[in-house]
């Protein structure tokens, strides 16, 4: 009995259910389609095609053809889309509906406009830390980044060397490209900080001698050289070019001096340019007139007996290097992209030469009269790029010099305030900073200049 009222109820029901999915399925028309470029009249994949106001849609394949069941309401409208189109509205018309004639949808290319994005720079990190030392000078190489530290500095007090810093008990510490310590090596005695020779080497110069670090299997390595020949002989040679080594004499007490190339098999000499301070030369040489007597005899007697001009000595007599309005001739050279690039300030211009020492050109600068030129340029050794350093109160910024004609990049300021030490490598620039008035020891930092 209740079998039978159970097949009584069911049957209804299931008959009921697909009366109307045939009804459904009568009401809807397939559609066939191809979509293809306006432009180009190439097939389109991928491309969603959809009946307005339904749920349903197709999306084209590889040759840009779809098939699409519709409501059967005559005619009816499709909407085709895709990234990088302008949306198609397409109306099947009654007759291609009758008959299912192919329809083609030609899409408009379009350019797809993105909301606005802000990139803020990104902030410094942190490349060395240590709770118990002091970072204080820094170097980069092919061998990783090679790290100063100290315990405890100390000034020098001697007049001829006020404000100068060396550091005790300092170590040498060397990262790999991961900034991760491999190995370090403590300094014999007091060191005034790290240089490096034409070839890229490390050296620590002491106060009594200096010494080029190397690694040799897993440890550091110092070998000892005087300081007359790290000064005379080592620090003069900045860089080399095609069998040659670029130096130079300057002399810091003395408002001129040449860039010359030597070839070291042949033992060659030229000279690429010279460079003097116009002005301060005036005012060296001019010292000759204010002398008494007896010191223009004696500067006389001392030109005769050495070849060099009675005003230059008597420059040197009267002690001119230490007078307020004396300051060092800075006029460095760079290798860019094979081109030697004197950066002589004193003429307004980029002194451009070929590696054979013949001249190219002079390329107009002016950034070194803005006020807050730091009187500095970095080199980025990764790409030569010449960074010009700007700072005013608290704010340190950099901004690169155009080799080719003067101009000046974006401006890149740093974050922090009174970062010290700063050098460019690979597109960042390293400094050392310490928060005024904490207890963070002095930390070496990077952040991105491009």
Request: one cysteine or more; hydrophobic letters at 40%; glycine letters at 6%.
């Amino acid at each position: 009995m209740k079998r039978s009222i159970m097949r009584n109820l069911i049957l209804p029901t299931l008959g009921l259910l697909a009366c109307l999915f045939q009804a459904s399925a009568q009401d809807r028309i397939l559609v066939h389609g191809r979509v293809v470029s306006a432009s180009t009249g190439m097939a389109i994949n991928d491309v969603h095609v959809r009946q307005p106001g339904t749920e349903l849609g197709a999306i084209s394949n590889g040759q840009g053809d779809f098939s699409l069941a519709i409501d059967g309401n005559k005619p009816a409208q499709v909407v085709a889309t895709a990234v990088g189109y302008a949306p198609l509205y397409h109306t099947f018309t009654t007759a291609q509906l009758e008959k299912g004639e192919w329809a083609q949808l030609r899409l408009e290319p379009q350019a797809v406009e993105l909301a606005p994005v802000i990139i803020l720079p990104s902030a410094p990190e942190v490349v060395y830390q240590r709770q118990d030392l002091h970072v204080g000078d820094y170097f980069s190489n092919k061998e990783g980044l090679w790290v100063l530290t100290y315990e405890h500095p100390r000034m020098w007090h001697k007049e001829a060397e006020a404000g100068r810093q060396v550091y005790r008990q300092a170590r040498l510490h060397l990262l790999d490209t991961n900034f991760v310590e491999c190995c370090s090596v403590r300094i014999p005695t007091e060191v005034v900080g790290l240089r490096h020779d034409h070839a890229q080497r490390t050296i620590v110069e002491g106060v009594g001698s200096g010494w080029f670090a190397f690694l040799e299997g897993q440890e550091l390595r110092l070998q000892e050289v005087d300081l007359a020949t790290l000064h005379e002989k080592v620090l003069p040679w900045t860089d080399s070019i095609q069998g040659h080594v670029l130096g130079n004499n300057f002399d810091p007490t003395f408002p001129a001096f040449d860039h010359f190339a030597v070839d070291p098999l042949l033992g060659l000499t030229r000279t690429i340019c010279s460079v003097q301070d116009a002005f301060r030369m005036e005012l060296f040489r001019s010292e000759y007139k204010y002398m008494s007597g007896h010191d223009k005899v004696v500067a006389m007697d001392l030109a005769l007996g050495t070849g060099v001009d009675a005003e230059i000595i008597a420059g040197y007599m009267t002690g001119f290097h230490n007078n307020i309005y004396f300051e060092p001739t800075y006029a460095p050279l760079f290798v860019v992209n094979d081109t030697l690039c004197v950066f002589d300030h004193y003429t307004h211009a980029i002194r451009r030469f070929l590696p054979d020492g013949s001249s190219v050109d002079q390329v107009p600068i002016s950034y070194h009269q803005q006020r807050h030129w730091s009187t500095k340029l970095l080199q980025d050794p990764s790409d030569d790029a010449v960074y010009a350093l700007f700072v005013r109160d608290r704010r340190t910024w950099l901004r690169t010099v155009d080799p080719c004609d003067g101009s000046l990049g974006p401006l890149r300021m740093l974050d922090h305030p009174y970062p010290e030490e700063v050098q460019v490598d690979q597109g960042y620039a390293y400094f050392i900073y310490r928060p005024y008035g904490s207890l963070q020891h002095r930390t070496l930092y990077r952040q991105a200049v491009r």
